[in-house]
Nanobody
Framework: QVQLVESGGGLVQAGGSLRLSCAAS????????MGWYRQQPGKQRELVAR???????NYADSVKGRFAISRDNAKKTVYLQMNSLNAEDTAVYYC????????WGQGTQVTVSS
């Protein structure tokens, strides 16, 4: 079984920054990709950013140039540096890890006040 522990969410003013972390633990042979999704009230969960095991990344258009995803393979941890936050970034952010199965974190709230 794989467990994901997220941290770093919170309340920030518009224009500010936050850094999310997600650490995976358990029996993991290989992590194919790690990523972050977010869900706003009344909307579907959407991809924010994703990074593969060889370092390839992709981002939602709405966060390109503001967010940066990175991972530490030795620590099985993925990070999301979020800069220039605005009210539209307010959401619950979920960590996602794909091995032969897909795992989700419990979610961490990010609230941006305008």
């Amino acid at each position: 079984q794989v467990q994901l522990v997220e941290s770093g969410g919170g309340l920030v003013q518009a224009g500010g920054s936050l850094r999310l972390s997600c650490a995976a633990s358990g029996i993991i042979i290989r992590i194919a990709s790690m990523g972050w999704y977010r869900q706003q009230p009344g909307k579907q969960r959407e991809l924010v950013a994703r990074i593969t095991d060889d370092g390839r990344t992709n981002y939602a258009d709405s966060v390109k140039g503001r967010f940066a995803i990175s991972r530490d393979n030795a620590k099985k941890t993925v990070y999301l540096q979020m800069n220039s936050l605005n009210a539209e970034d307010t959401a619950v952010y979920y960590c996602n890890v794909e091995t032969v199965l897909t795992y989700w974190g419990q979610g961490t709230q990010v609230t941006v006040s305008s």
